[in-house]
Nanobody, 125 residues
Framework: EVQLQASGGGLVQAGGSLRLSCAASGFSFDDYDIGWFRQAPGKEREGVSCISSSDGTTLYADSVKGRFTISSDNAKNTVYLQMSSLKPEDTAVYYC??????????????????WGQGTQVTVSS
């Protein structure tokens, strides 16, 4: 059974940092790329960042470039999202998701096959 477990969310002041983790199980990590998404209240889910399992290529949404860093520990089947210089507008439920590597790396929600349960990130001003 494919499972993705997101963790690491919390409450932080603006300018602060958090590191999210996405632990994957039930599938071969090499067969899937992993993405991070977020959904704020009243808004649609949007792509934040993703990483290729084959060559480590990364993509970022413009809104987080230079502030967020995605990384992968294939030995632990875990992907991390280091978030720095957080802003109140980063407040959302953050989800990790997996997409077959054959699909190609991207940040479109509909591309992803498997989703974790989400972790809340709240940035206070």
């Amino acid at each position: 059974e494919v499972q993705l477990q997101a963790s690491g969310g919390g409450l932080v002041q603006a300018g602060g940092s958090l590191r999210l983790s996405c632990a994957a199980s039930g599938f071969s990590f090499d067969d899937y790329d992993i993405g991070w998404f977020r959904q704020a209240p009243g808004k649609e889910r949007e792509g934040v960042s993703c990483i290729s399992s084959s060559d480590g290529t990364t993509l970022y949404a413009d809104s987080v470039k230079g502030r967020f860093t995605i990384s992968s520990d294939n030995a632990k089947n875990t992907v991390y999202l280091q978030m720095s210089s957080l802003k109140p507008e980063d407040t959302a439920v953050y989800y990790c998701a997996a997409v077959d590597v054959d699909y190609g790396l991207g940040l479109e929600v509909e591309e992803y096959d498997y989703w974790g349960q989400g972790t809340q990130v709240t940035v206070s001003s």
